[in-house]
Structure formats: C-alpha cells, structure tokens
C-alpha cells in the first residue's frame, strides 16, 4: 500500500463515543437557549425560561432512546421566531458504552408535551424504561454536598489539577446546576471562579453561563445587559451571532 | 429524518434538493465534525468545546447553506477555520506540536490486520505534519474523494491555489511518512 493509498483508506472516521455526543448536543440546545429567550416577548420570558430549562434538562434525557416525543427541538428549530413547536428529536438508537454508568430512566412522552415538572423517574403505562447515562460523570466530582458550595473546593486532588482543570471543575458544576433548573447554584459557582479565576482562560465561558442563570431565574434584564457587553467583548465568540440575532429583535 | 443518508462513513447523496434541519445535520455528521477537527489537529480535551463552536456556527449560517451542494465540504470550511482560529491561539501552540505516543503502538494481532493498522496510524502521524491551509485539500480530495472545484469554492480559494495546494500537501505528507518511517527503522 502506497502512502496516498494509505491516506484514502482511513476513511472519516467512526462514530464518537454517544456520551459526548449526547453532552455537545445538551451544551449547543443551552446555548441557543440563551438567543430564544432573549428574543421571546417580555411578557413570555417567566412562562418560556422555566419550561425551557426543564425541556433541556428532558431533552438530555430523552433524546439518547427511541422516545420520540423529545422536545428539546424547541431550541434548535429557532424558538426565537416565536413559534413554539414541538418537535420530535428522534435520536439514533446510540448505544450507550459498555463503561460508562448507566441508571434506569423512564419519561413519559406526554409528560414532555405538557412539560410538567419531574417525570424522571416515573413509570407510566406503556412507556419502557431507557438506559441512560450519569451526566458527565468523568468531569465532574460526585460530591453533591460541592453543588451549593461557592467557594472551590479545598481537597489535594483537586489542588493537584492545573488551573486550567479547575477552572473547567468549576464551570462544570455551575453548568450542572443550571442543567438541573438550579439557577442560583450555577450563578454562586460562576461566582467561585470568578473570584478564583477573574481574568481566567474560561472566562467567556463563565460570562455566558451567567447570562443562562440570569435568565433561568428571571431576572432578565440583568441578563440582556450582560448578553450585550458579552457581544461586544467578544464579537467573533460562537455566541455572538445568536446572542446578537436576538438581541436584535424588540 | 427525511434525508437520512445512513450514518456515519456515508457520502451525502450529490443533489440534495431539500435543506436539511440542524437537528439532521448535528445527528449525522457530528463524527464527521468531529474527526475533522481531530485531524485538524485540536487536542481530545478541547474537541468538544470545538464541535459545538463548529455547529452553532452551522445552526446560524444554515440559511446560506446551498442544498444543491454537498453539506460535508461546507461543514468542512467551518471546522478548517475552527482549527485556524483555535491554532492562532498562542496558549493552544505548545501541545499541538506533541505527538500521542499511542498512536505509534500497536496491539497484537494478525499480522496482516497489523500491518494495515501500523500503515493507517502512519498515515494519520504524517498528515498531522501537512501545515493547515494544505491539510485541509488534502483531506477533502484524497480522504472524501472531493473535486478540485467544489474544494476551492466551499474553501473560499482560487482553483490554481487550491491544486497548489493539494501538489505541496501531497509532497509534506509523503516526505513525513518517509520520515516517520525512518525513524521507526524502516529505512
């Protein structure tokens, strides 16, 4: 085999592991979630945001089965028009790896239509139960009692991490908090690395979190104020552009 | 899933008429994105952050996405300006220059399944030595059978630029395998 023969064999590749697809999926819906939100009519911001965050939070959980009923679509078929539709997100039947920490999760697909609080872990009629996979378990400390702590965390292993693998714990754990509907959680984590990390290499990732928070608690014109100091700080961030789209509208 | 095109490894049908969704796109070709970017050379650590750059850049472009065209070269264009941006970077230039040791082992197995593993880890060792600008044109034509026009056009260069390219990335790539051999004793 000739080296040019070599090179058109490797072909493009096979399928990344479907935690992490399945983690860029949750992270892309959170981040157009930002530009939906700051586009919806000021009157919808309450009854959108905490549905919004919920549907994420379903949409993660959902979309690794055949549950067709996934409405994390809402975010990625451009919420900000205003249209709110239902859209099935039919995932591939990934499969899970044969390492990675499964737990029994059923959802019931009414449940996501009418996003009623906390269908996790219920089991209704007909509905079969889906293996998912612990969210980010590698990343992140299993340490719930370091979810509300907003100062970091004093253990050697994690003082044996580089700055920037604290800086990423960190904004993990706030982006968790967000991913479970926990806003002031995510904003007190944002704020231990703001305080460890003020000029941080993730710094624009920590800004953009806060401005999620902010709007997952309501508070929205904190949220617009920050929205556009982080487009104008950051005009060529993967943020901007739906960050700017939105803003643009009244 | 109206233009399913079955996965992974698949070449997108040459006249698609229907625009696909982002949803289709992201379930698709994430792999794709993903070993672009990979042989683009950004790190394991930082491909995720990359892929969703990649792909919220595509959720917002998606209306000048022409259907007519292949979608694999356009997301290619976005992926190669990624890695440019995140290379320009000077905190990221250090590591880019280590090369994994792993991908120079081998497990044991038939040694004609061997011998074609150590040939395709070769390959991917020496293409990550072909500079950006001509690694993309290469992995486009050599690796995705691309043609020479549609790489200049979705790449934003002139067609005598992009075969240049692809004539120089030709020469890096073969004088690194020819290197890479040598080193490894093969002579």
Same mark, same amino acid.
């Given at each position: 085999?000739?080296?040019?023969?070599?090179?058109?064999?490797?072909?493009?590749?096979?399928?990344?592991?479907?935690?992490?697809?399945?983690?860029?999926?949750?992270?892309?819906? #959170?981040? $157009? +979630?930002? !530009?939906?939100?700051?586009?919806?009519?000021? @009157? /919808? =911001?309450?009854?959108? &945001? *905490?549905?919004?965050?919920?549907?994420?939070?379903?949409?993660?959980?959902?979309?690794? #089965?055949? $549950? +067709?009923? !996934?409405?994390?679509?809402?975010?990625?078929? @451009? /919420? =900000?028009?205003?249209? &709110? *539709?239902?859209?099935?997100?039919?995932?591939?039947?990934?499969?899970?790896?044969?390492?990675?920490?499964?737990?029994?999760?059923?959802?019931?697909?009414?449940?996501?239509? /009418?996003?009623?609080?906390?269908?996790?872990?219920?089991?209704?009629?007909?509905?079969?139960?889906?293996?998912?996979?612990?969210?980010?378990?590698?990343?992140?400390?299993?340490?719930?009692?370091?979810?509300? /702590?907003?100062?970091?965390?004093?253990?050697?292993?994690?003082?044996?991490?580089?700055?920037?693998?604290?800086?990423?714990?960190?904004?993990?754990?706030?982006?968790?908090?967000?991913?479970?509907?926990?806003?002031?959680?995510?904003?007190?984590?944002?704020?231990?690395?703001?305080?460890?990390?003020?000029?941080?290499?993730?710094?624009?990732?920590?800004?953009?979190?806060?401005?999620?928070?902010?709007?997952?608690?309501?508070?929205?014109?904190?949220?617009?104020?920050?929205?556009?100091?982080?487009?104008?700080?950051?005009?060529?961030?993967?943020?901007?552009?739906?960050?700017?789209?939105?803003?643009?509208?009244? | 899933?109206?233009?399913?095109?079955?996965?992974?490894?698949?070449?997108?049908?040459?006249?698609?008429?229907?625009?696909?969704?982002?949803?289709?796109?992201?379930?698709?070709?994430?792999?794709?994105?993903?070993?672009?970017?990979?042989?683009?050379?950004?790190?394991?650590?930082?491909?995720?952050?990359?892929?969703?750059?990649?792909?919220?850049?595509?959720?917002?472009?998606?209306?000048?996405?022409?259907?007519?065209?292949?979608?694999?070269?356009?997301?290619?264009?976005?992926?190669?300006?990624?890695?440019?941006?995140?290379?320009?970077?000077?905190?990221?230039?250090?590591?880019?220059?280590?090369?994994?040791?792993?991908?120079?082992?081998?497990?044991?197995?038939?040694?004609?399944?061997?011998?074609?593993?150590?040939?395709?880890?070769?390959?991917?060792?020496?293409?990550?030595?072909?500079?950006?600008?001509?690694?993309?044109?290469?992995?486009?034509?050599?690796?995705?059978?691309?043609?020479?026009?549609?790489?200049?056009?979705?790449?934003?260069?002139?067609?005598?630029?992009?075969?240049?390219?692809?004539?120089?990335?030709?020469?890096?790539?073969?004088?690194?395998?020819?290197?890479?051999?040598?080193?490894?004793?093969?002579?």
């Amino acid at each position: 085999m000739t080296p040019l023969q070599a090179l058109k064999s490797l072909g493009t590749g096979s399928e990344p592991p479907a935690a992490v697809k399945q983690r860029v999926r949750e992270r892309i819906a #959170g981040s $157009l +979630a930002i !530009a939906s939100a700051l586009g919806a009519g000021a @009157g /919808a =911001a309450a009854a959108t &945001v *905490a549905p919004a965050r919920r549907v994420a939070e379903l949409g993660f959980l959902a979309s690794r #089965g055949k $549950l +067709a009923a !996934a409405a994390l679509g809402l975010w990625l078929s @451009g /919420a =900000a028009t205003g249209v &709110v *539709a239902y859209r099935a997100w039919q995932g591939d039947a990934e499969k899970a790896p044969a390492s990675a920490h499964v737990v029994p999760v059923s959802v019931a697909p009414s449940a996501l239509a /009418a996003i009623e609080p906390a269908p996790v872990g219920l089991a209704p009629p007909g509905v079969e139960a889906l293996p998912v996979v612990a969210e980010r378990a590698p990343r992140t400390p299993a340490s719930p009692s370091a979810r509300s /702590a907003a100062s970091p965390p004093a253990t050697p292993a994690a003082s044996a991490l580089s700055g920037l693998g604290r800086e990423r714990q960190l904004l993990d754990r706030a982006r968790e908090a967000l991913a479970h509907g926990d806003g002031s959680a995510a904003l007190a984590e944002a704020a231990g690395h703001e305080r460890a990390f003020p000029q941080g290499a993730l710094r624009e990732e920590r800004l953009a979190l806060q401005v999620r928070a902010l709007f997952a608690l309501g508070r929205r014109d904190e949220a617009r104020e920050r929205a556009r100091a982080f487009v104008t700080e950051f005009p060529n961030s993967f943020l901007t552009p739906a960050l700017e789209s939105a803003l643009a509208e009244p | 899933m109206a233009n399913n095109q079955g996965g992974m490894g698949v070449q997108q049908a040459p006249q698609r008429v229907v625009t696909p969704t982002f949803e289709e796109i992201f379930e698709l070709e994430f792999g794709y994105v993903w070993h672009a970017l990979r042989r683009l050379g950004v790190p394991a650590r930082d491909l995720e952050d990359l892929v969703q750059h990649v792909f919220l850049q595509v959720h917002a472009q998606l209306a000048k996405f022409d259907a007519e065209r292949p979608l694999r070269p356009w997301l290619f264009a976005f992926a190669l300006n990624a890695a440019s941006n995140y290379r320009a970077l000077k905190r990221h230039r250090v590591e880019l220059a280590v090369v994994p040791p792993e991908l120079m082992d081998a497990r044991p197995a038939a040694e004609e399944q061997l011998i074609l593993k150590q040939e395709l880890q070769l390959a991917e060792l020496a293409l990550s030595q072909v500079s950006l600008d001509r690694r993309g044109v290469l992995m486009l034509h050599e690796i995705e059978g691309h043609g020479m026009p549609e790489i200049a056009e979705v790449l934003g260069i002139p067609l005598n630029t992009a075969y240049s390219r692809l004539r120089l990335a030709r020469q890096d790539y073969e004088r690194a395998v020819r290197r890479l051999r040598a080193q490894r004793g093969e002579g």
